[in-house]
Nanobody
Framework: QVQLVESGGGLVQAGGSLRLSCVAS????????MGWYRQAPGKQRELVAA???????NYADSVKGRFTISRDNAKTTVYLQMNSLKPEDAAVYYC?????????????????WGQGTQVIVSS
C-alpha cells in the first residue's frame, strides 16, 4: 500500500511563502507523476501543479509564476514552493502520485492521495 504524507501547511499572511512537502513510501518501484491539488470550501478539487518522471511540469493558470513544483533525486518526494500567496490560495492541499509498486503477487499500478494539509492565507 503506497502512502503519501504531506507537511508544510499553515497560516501565512498575504504575500508570504510556504513550502509543502509530500513523501511517498510503500514498496514503490517507480512514480510516473506527482502532483498537488487543492480544495477550498464549497469548491471542487483542482489541479495546482504536476510533475512527471521526465521532469515536465504543468501549472494552473492561477499559480503560474508564483508556485514551483519540484522533486528530490530519489523521485519519491515532491515539493510545492508557494510564493506571493493570496487569500484565494487558501485551501486544503492534497498530494497525488501515480506509478508502480510491489505487491505479493508482483508489480501493480497505484494512484494514491495524501491526507491533505491546510493552507490559510490572511489578508
Amino acid at each position: 500500500q503506497v502512502q503519501l504524507v504531506e507537511s508544510g501547511g499553515g497560516l501565512v499572511q498575504a504575500g508570504g511563502s510556504l513550502r509543502l512537502s509530500c513523501v511517498a513510501s510503500g514498496g514503490i518501484v517507480s512514480i510516473n507523476a506527482m502532483g498537488w491539488y487543492r480544495q477550498a470550501p464549497g469548491k471542487q478539487r483542482e489541479l495546482v501543479a504536476a510533475i512527471t518522471s521526465g521532469e515536465s511540469t504543468n501549472y494552473a493558470d492561477s499559480v503560474k509564476g508564483r508556485f514551483t513544483i519540484s522533486r528530490d533525486n530519489a523521485k519519491t518526494t515532491v515539493y510545492l514552493q508557494m510564493n506571493s500567496l493570496k487569500p484565494e490560495d487558501a485551501a486544503v492541499y492534497y498530494c497525488n502520485a501515480e506509478g508502480t509498486y510491489l505487491t505479493y503477487t508482483g508489480a501493480s499500478k497505484f494512484g494514491s492521495w495524501g491526507q491533505g494539509t491546510q493552507v490559510i492565507v490572511s489578508s
